[in-house]
């Protein structure tokens, strides 16, 4: 069984400021995490993904996330926050031994302040 | 812009009556997923085809039932429709049909159930 918590269902910074979107996972198997990200009225877009290979992922729009396994954590970060980025963050977990279903966590909203 | 095309954008029916969502899957993949979001069950797995076969299936109702034909393309049926279905529907696609390949999305279908 795999599962994913996202500890905050809203964060809120300023524009210029890091932000910082936090995931817990639970997985039988190694797991293959990811990021999505959704704009309002809009569909996923994939922002990163982590496959048992380097722990620090980068991603798109300057994104990074860390896999730490002893912490059972792929938090989410950015140096500076822009306006564009707001938008719903899941994170999701898929099991590498599993058919390719994902279990999504419950996302987080994340608002950016001029 | 994904390469998943889904249609239609809206749907708006009745209680009792049955629809069809359709989804084509980005040039070249041969899976074909079917997710659920709502408000109050967040994003779920519904069923996945792989090459015309079902592969997978997640938390989907009876009344519900999804194929994938010979050119890839795949339909989720729903019938006897009833308030709680109203959601946004969300198809997916990807190459493989296990484990870290990641899933590219289609812009979804909101249904509205009067």
Redesign the interface.
Known sequence: AQSVTQLDSHVSVSEGTPVLLRCNYSSSYSPSLFWYVQHPNKGLQLLLKYTSAATLVKGINGFEAEFKKSETSFHLTKPSAHMSDAAEYFCVVSGLLSYGKLTFGQGTILTVHP | D?G?TQTPKHLITATGQRVTLRCSPRSGDL?V?W?QQSLDQ????LI?Y?NGEE??K?NILERFSAQQFPDLHSELNLSSLELGDSALY?C?S?F?????????????TRLTVL
Not at chain 2, 42 to 45: A, K
């Open positions: 994904s998943v899976s997923y997710y967040g994003l779920q797995f996945q792989y592969r997978a997640g969300f997916a990807s493989r049909s296990k484990g870290n390949n990641e899933q590219f999305f289609g812009p979804g």
